[in-house]
């Protein structure tokens, strides 16, 4: 009985002297760790642990590497017994912050981080932290006031205070576009101004002048995106002119749903002109890749199928935040005015634009060039188009 109480004692007074200093326990998964060996330094912990199961750096520090291994559920286990044992601590608020950032838990992180600023109101991470919850969210507007707050904002701040303005801001826009035809057709000229808000419910308005088949001519519009539900949004316009160049009335709206990489949109819009009724059917698939978008879209005249129908391809890559190169191609059977009078024929047009998109500081350039050929039973027009758009965000 002597000898085993003895060697009882030998094993616990060994086991203390093999890990006398959990600071140097702790070292040792550090190296662990810069050797690329988390298992390794986990076990290290482990048995450290069992010595000083109450260390706070030792618990942190294996937090921190289920954190990294996005073993979550583990993480928090041990963030919680951090939590008990050491209550608002600032590594605890550390790590369980970036837990939520990396897993894009914005709701979550916005709670811990905003307690975090509470507790720790010096603690410059914490901006960071809710700027970043705020922009996952949708609340651009409270992300960008909390920006004013900082003086000199780092690298990362700047990145979430621009991609919160890009959704939230007011905007005034000047579009010029000329038609040339061949032949003696006279040109097609149109200027477009245009105010707008981006912001929870983005919309715009605008106003038209424009002349063509010789002709001046006016028509003033809405554009409205609600959002509906995360994946779900709506595009609703409607327009108006007394002038016989454009459709007396347009009004009209499409879904867009998106799941994954896949956006697809259903919609139909009615419009008059000269006494007709028009009703479109529209539809598209689109898939992101990355920096590239593709779409492939119909639109169908409701009243006759057959005679008015078009199809189209769009493609986008963006070579940064800040530069958008767009393509269209564009086919169909289309209904004709000639010189603004009645319908006389229906066409089969083609047209091919080419965009590029500029986005500055606060203000965004866009030109593009389009060829169209439009084919009728006895003739073929073609025609040049060329736009620029200068956009003022503020």
Known sequence: MVYRIIVIIFITVNHYL????????????????????????????????????????????????????????????????VDTLYPNDKEYFEIKCKLFEWNQQWDSLYHYAKKYADIFPEERETYFLRIKAMTGLGLYKEAIALGRNLEDPA?????????????YYQFIQLGVTHFAFSGEEDPWDYYTLKYGQQRNFPWNISTTVAKRFGLNGWKVGFEGYPRITKNLYAEVIANYSSSPIF????????AYYTYSRLEISGGMRQSAWQARQ???????????????????????????????????IKTRYYFS????????????????????????????????????????????SQIQLGLQQEEFSETTRNATMGSFTLQYRY
């Open 155 to 167: 690298e990362n701040e700047r990145f979430l205070l621009d991609e919160a303005k890009s959704h």
């Open 247 to 254: 459709p007396a009335h347009a009004l009209g709206g499409t």
């Open 18 to 81: 093999l890990i006398a200093d959990p600071g140097k326990e702790l070292l040792k998964a550090k190296q662990a760790v810069e050797d690329n060996n988390l298992g390794q330094a986990l076990t290290i912990l482990k048995n450290a642990l069992k010595t000083y199961p109450e260390d706070h750096d030792l618990l942190t520090y294996q937090a921190r590497i289920y954190s990294w291994q996005n073993k979550r559920d583990s993480a928090h286990s041990i963030l919680s017994a």
């Open 321 to 364: 935040t800040d530069h958008l190169l767009e393509f269209n191609a564009y086919r169909g059977n289309v209904p004709v005015t000639m010189n603004g009078e009645t319908i006389v024929s229906t066409s089969h047009n083609q047209f091919y634009t080419l965009s590029y998109k500029r986005r500055f500081k606060s203000i965004t």
């Open 278 to 312: 028009f009703f479109l059917g529209n539809s598209s698939v689109g898939v992101y890749l990355g920096s590239f978008y593709c779409t492939l879209g119909a639109l169908v005249n409701l009243n006759d199928i057959h005679s008015s129908n078009s199809y189209r």
